[in-house]
């Protein structure tokens, strides 16, 4: 029996032996394929920058600034030959780690808008507007690839993949040529000096050492390769949960907003409240305390009854136009009824300013995003009446790729800034609760641009699209 059990216990460790070294084998095997694979990824865009940037030396050579050109050729070439590869490389890195490790790393490409042109025959991109078709497609295509989380990471991987390849192979390969070397000094060793000689026990030390990194080195390679695996699932990976920090600034986004606008709707409230006390239910009162005097003076002083008749008729008019005055200020009927673009025609003309105003809105808003955007248009526009010495105003509200886009452009003397007032601030805060931005443009002498982008949904099937001067 013991026989049996010395017998068993010698195969199991062979065949693990023989398992260990098939993997390793298959390691090798792999690690290869990477670091063959990395070759033309890396020396593609270099000898591409080189030979960008002697020619252009060559070619400038009789200019004095011929290095700064020629350095410029190659960062350029360089990157335009790279970016070639960032799509195949993350392409063929999922696919090789879906078949060794079954490693699946789906991916989602953020769908890139087409080209709009507009009525005055610009190329809109999405977020900028420019006159040549070719650069407003190169121009969106660097803008999408640079907010592209997909391709984003895939461009990291395209830079981190060469470092992680060539360091892996660096310590099995050093693992192997250190182990192939002891073998060759063993060799030596032993034919220089004999079996007899002291130099056997040298060479049979550097044998067993050869020996030992080598199968080091042939063990170790699959471990190379699932380090390799990891890294790149790391990087591109798009399940991947949320960075610790990334959720807590997130959550303190959240709050902030949260708290501005229940701090908004909050003043709201008490201004509407203090409209109401202050001016309709004042009059109310007051004429129905003339409705009382009138009451008692019909029978003895009817002229005067009379006369406090007119004059509580010219209150009860005024109540109501108050009234109407403090409806329209919480939400104006014309935005209600018309959408965002025609109340922005019927606030230019009531400005104190010539404004100008272009619309493009395919469909009707969401009621939340048109109250703020048109808020925040009549919050600009008196600012640009009171503080800009501005003669004339521009409005332009397009909705493009998800986003309402409202530009504000006057021509007055610029220097706007938010922390000089509460109106830019409350803007802002109004933007915030829909996760949108403001942006300034606004240098000493003028003019000033203000952008506000809100993301959002149309709601209706409204079309407004128009070009008119009020």
């Not at 000094?185 to 040298?202: E, I, L, M």
């Not at 949960?241 to 959240?254: C, D, K, W």
């Not at 409230?269 to 203090?274: A, G, K, P, Q, S």
């Not at 003397?413 to 802002?428: H, M, S």
Request: net charge positive; hydrophobic share 50%; glycine share 8%.
């Amino acid at each position: 029996m013991a026989t049996v059990s010395r017998i068993s216990g010698g195969g199991a460790v062979r065949a693990r032996t023989e398992a260990a070294l098939l993997a390793g084998a298959l390691g090798l095997a792999r690690l290869s394929l990477l670091v063959v694979g990395v070759v033309p990824v890396v020396a593609v865009p270099v000898l591409g920058a080189l030979f960008a940037g002697a020619t252009v030396a060559w070619m400038l050579d009789s200019y004095y600034p011929a290095a700064l050109f020629a350095l410029f050729a190659a960062v350029v070439a360089g990157l335009a030959l790279a970016g070639v590869f960032v799509r195949p490389v993350a392409r063929r890195t999922r696919a090789r780690l879906g078949s060794w490790y079954e490693l699946r790393m789906p991916v989602s490409y953020t769908p890139r808008p087409a080209l709009e042109a507009d009525a005055r025959g610009h190329w809109w991109t999405g977020y900028s507007y420019h006159r040549s078709h070719s650069v407003a497609r190169f121009a969106q295509l660097l803008h999408w690839a640079a907010r592209d989380r997909a391709t984003r990471t895939e461009m990291l991987w395209l830079v981190v993949s060469p470092f992680v390849v060539v360091a892996l192979a660096a310590v099995i390969a050093g693992l192997l040529a250190g182990g192939v070397a002891y073998l060759v000094v063993a060799a030596v060793s032993y034919k220089s000096y004999g079996p007899t000689s002291t130099g056997a026990t040298t060479a049979l030390f550097s044998t067993l050492l050869g020996l030992a990194l080598i199968a080091a080195g042939v063990l170790l390679a699959p471990q190379a390769v699932r380090a390799y695996a990891e890294v790149a699932r790391r990087v591109l990976d798009q399940d991947g949960r949320a960075s610790h920090a990334q959720l807590t600034r997130r959550v303190a986004e959240l709050t902030e907003t949260r708290a501005d606008a229940v701090g908004s709707q909050a003043a709201e409230l008490r201004r509407i409240e203090r409209d109401l006390h202050d001016g309709a239910q004042a009059r109310l009162v007051a004429i129905g305390m003339t409705l009382g005097t009138i009451e008692h003076l019909m029978e003895t002083d009817p002229s005067a009854a009379r006369q406090l008749l007119s004059e509580a008729r010219q209150s009860s008019a005024r109540a109501l136009q108050e009234l109407r005055d403090l409806v329209r200020g919480i939400h104006p009927p014309v935005l209600a009824e018309r959408g965002l673009g025609d109340a922005v025609r019927a606030l230019a003309l009531d400005s104190a300013l010539p404004t100008e105003v272009y619309v493009d809105l395919p469909d009707r808003l969401p009621a939340p995003v048109e109250a703020t955007a048109y808020f925040s248009v009549c919050e600009l526009l008196a600012n640009a009446a009171k503080h800009s010495g501005a003669e004339q105003v521009w409005v332009d509200i397009l909705y493009r790729a998800g986003r309402l886009r409202v530009t504000v452009t006057d021509d007055g003397g610029g220097v706007a800034d938010p922390t000089r007032g509460t109106g830019l601030r409350g803007i802002e805060r109004r933007l915030g609760t829909f996760d949108g931005v403001l942006a300034i443009d606004s240098t000493s002498g003028g003019p000033t641009t203000i952008t506000l982008e809100l993301p959002c949904e149309l709601s209706s099937q409204r079309t407004s699209t128009s070009f008119e001067k009020a």
